[in-house]
């Protein structure tokens, strides 16, 4: 059992004096390149993260649902209880809305919810860019699903990718952040000791085996602590400025255009749209190029094109920050093969492709460069591909 889903049921048991039900949990993941193409039909390539968030359920038959969550500071925060027909998006908001809003979003697609309670208590750090609100949408929906007699586990099983888009669901309409399906995909899918490709547009995925100790290399994450939001950022502006860019060019998604054809769409849009178009465009080429040198055991080789990813965000998508490019320059002058940005931007995190031996001089060059910058201190940890989503208890 995860130390999250062993705090959960202990604040479970201390909230309600019974044992719940069962305990699920899903991870927080580390995009590794591929950033802004999933809602453009494009390619992403995620991992998930060792740290989760637990969901314990008690199944109540009155069409009820309440809401507990159990802090760093081993306090009990309650949102209340609602009335799950009731529930509209927006309301209630807060954290409470990623859970209440994957419990609507299940209604809302023909599942029939008999009530729960729910505690929840998790470990990915929030507001740094790696799917905080998708791990506690997805282990909520697990939860949820469970309690109905649907777990995921189970002979009544939904396809796990009708999951990810009820979740996605929850996040793009209740809560109203406009994000693709890249983190719920992930948090449900990824496996250990694998990086996940997935092809948004076919829905097709590969486990791709992903062993950085045994390159000698580690992947270094960068929590900068500038917090992101993708509700409240310029997220969704992006998102609607690539959608305008496809129909101004007759297509589905900027998906359809090759690297080779990027020139040529370019002559044919506005000034203001090219810079996300050739984001785009490139970023797609580069997961596909990344995917192969995996394939072919080349890790090290993968560094280039992540500083390129990073670049492309920064210049072209304009969704860096300075802490998050202090980061990348500081890692890449430390010695690293790579780095960039993960996440949406604005905030968020970095992550770096450095060797074992490097890593603890990578660690102290970020650390005095934020320092120097006076930045608050950054949170450095390595990230090791991990399970997804599953039962607990």
Known sequence: MSGAAERATKAFVAEHEVEPDSVWSAPGRVNLIGEHTDYNDGYVFPFALPHRTAVAVRRRDDGLL??????????????????????EAGEPSGWASYPAGAAWALR??????????????GEVPTGAGLSSSAALECATALALLDAAGRALDGPNAPDVMDVARWTRRAENEFVGAPTGLLDQTASLRCERAHALFFDV???????????????????????TRANHSHSESGYGDRRKGCEQAAELLGLSALRDISAAELDDALRRLPEESRPLVRHVVTENDRVLETLRRLRRDELAEVGELLTASHTSLRDDYRVSCAELDVAVEAALESGASGARMTGGGFGGSAIALVSTELRPRTEQAVTEAFERHGFASPRLFTAVPSTGAARDR
């Not at 547009?201 to 580690?218: H, N, V, Y």
């Open 108 to 121: 809302e697609s023909g599942i029939s919810l008999p009530g729960a309670d729910l505690v929840i208590s």
């Open 201 to 223: 547009r076919s829905g097709e995925t590969e486990q791709i085996p992903f062993d950085a100790a045994g390159s000698g290399l580690e992947v270094l994450v960068v929590d």
């Open 66 to 87: 309440s809401l507990a969550t159990h802090g760093s500071d081993d306090t009990l925060q309650r949102a209340g209880t609602f009335r799950i027909d009731d529930l």
